[in-house]
């Protein structure tokens, strides 16, 4: 609750600042204008309520944490429509939260850093608050609540009357606790995912993300603050980012983004081998040269194929006791019986233990739909 009071104390510096005698006459939205390119009217309104936030929330500077976001902004700019000034600071709270305000400001938690798997899921939710940004959203969406057009929110905000304050106080809500509709959500993804792909980045972290963020959703339904609270719709997003991603041909591999079913090579003993998922024996040998040649190949081939997405009776052996015996994942034989040197298990022991493997990474994101085609 601690970040709900924090800005409902936001909202009430920001109304006490701006309250004068004018006040903004409402009139009719009409969400088929286009935002007017207002920019330096978006930075002052970025401003005032960045200096409200960094007065009621501490401004971490840890130079990992900087340089680590601060690298995927840098790196999704140039994919963004409009050329503003994207800034991003880290604030020390442990909700799992991030938000861009007007102009281009935008801050993350310490709770997202330490939520997201790796920097692909952190490029994923920069993104889609870079969109929000750079779409004009946090001002759309205020003046929706407000039943103003934007150039009526941009007029009453520069006043300094009581209904100045309201919108004031309402651009900080939306834009601090994500509280835009689902079409801007939407529309935020699937931009982010383009930005993303663009960049270099995998495009599935944006949805991997959100998967993990319904689970915590289900751990915990209690839990007020953050993103928790303020993306009721995950389901309905889940299922729209799926369906962009198969409808522009991303191929939806969650294993990238999870930094999971990593194959490596391993000494199990001084004379002993092995290969392993995620830290996890799979298959076993004798440590010599063409042991760990064949070991390397292999893993190898698991990282480029095996995946979140690849069903349990795709990894098999074909061939039973013959000589002619594979295994494969799929389609694609990854090795012959006849391959393996003397020492190693049998066949159907590594497929067992990869079927184990990719077992226990599904139960680690139970959230995904992996039959989805």
């Excluded at 004018?22 to 401003?47: F, M």
């Excluded at 020390?92 to 281009?104: I, M, R, S, T």
């Excluded at 509709?181 to 993300?209: F, H, Q, R, W």
């Excluded at 369906?243 to 041909?249: A, I």
Aim: proline share 5%.
């Amino acid at each position: 609750m601690e970040i709900l009071r924090a800005i409902a104390a936001v909202c009430s510096v920001l109304f006490l600042c701006v309250t004068g005698t004018a006040r903004a006459a409402p009139v009719t939205a009409s969400d088929d204008i286009a935002p007017p390119e207002a920019t330096p009217q978006e930075i002052k309104l970025g401003e005032r309520v960045s200096a409200e936030v960094e007065r009621r929330w501490t401004i971490l500077v840890n130079p990992v944490y900087n340089a680590r976001v601060e690298t995927i902004v840098n790196r999704l700019s140039p994919y963004m429509e409009r050329r503003l000034n994207y800034d991003v600071d880290v604030i020390d709270e442990k909700a799992v939260n991030a938000f861009a305000l007007a102009g281009g400001k935008m801050y993350v938690t310490t709770g997202m850093l330490d939520f997201v798997k790796t920097d692909v899921e952190l490029a994923g939710v920069i993104a889609h608050e870079m969109v929000h940004a750079d779409k004009k959203h946090v001002i759309i969406q205020t003046a929706r609540n407000n039943t103003m057009t934007l150039l009526a929110l941009v007029a009453a905000i520069a006043g300094r009357g009581k209904g100045a304050a309201l919108v004031a106080a309402n651009l900080v809500q939306v834009a601090i606790m994500g509280a835009y509709s689902i079409e801007l959500e939407k529309e935020a993804d699937a931009l982010g995912i383009d930005a993303l792909a663009t960049a270099g980045y995998n495009p599935v972290g944006m949805l991997t993300v959100q998967e993990r963020l319904k689970e915590e959703r289900m751990k915990h339904p209690q839990i007020d603050p953050g993103i928790y609270q303020t993306h009721p719709e995950v389901e309905e997003r889940i299922a729209a980012a799926e369906k962009y991603l198969l409808d522009y041909d991303f191929p939806i591999h969650r294993k990238y983004a999870l930094g999971n079913l990593r194959a490596t090579v391993g000494e199990t003993s001084p004379d002993g081998l092995a290969l392993m998922i995620d830290g996890e024996t799979v298959w076993r040998g004798v440590d010599n040269a063409p042991t760990r040649e064949l070991f390397g190949r292999v893993a190898s081939d698991l990282n480029e194929r095996l995946q979140m997405e690849t069903m349990p009776f795709d990894i098999r052996v074909a061939g039973g006791i013959s000589p002619d015996a594979a295994f494969y994942i799929e389609t694609k034989k990854i090795l012959s019986k006849d391959e393996a040197p003397k020492g190693c298990e049998p066949l159907s022991a590594l497929r067992d233990g990869v079927q184990k493997a990719l077992t226990n990474a599904r139960v680690n994101h139970p959230m995904a739909n992996y039959f989805l085609k």
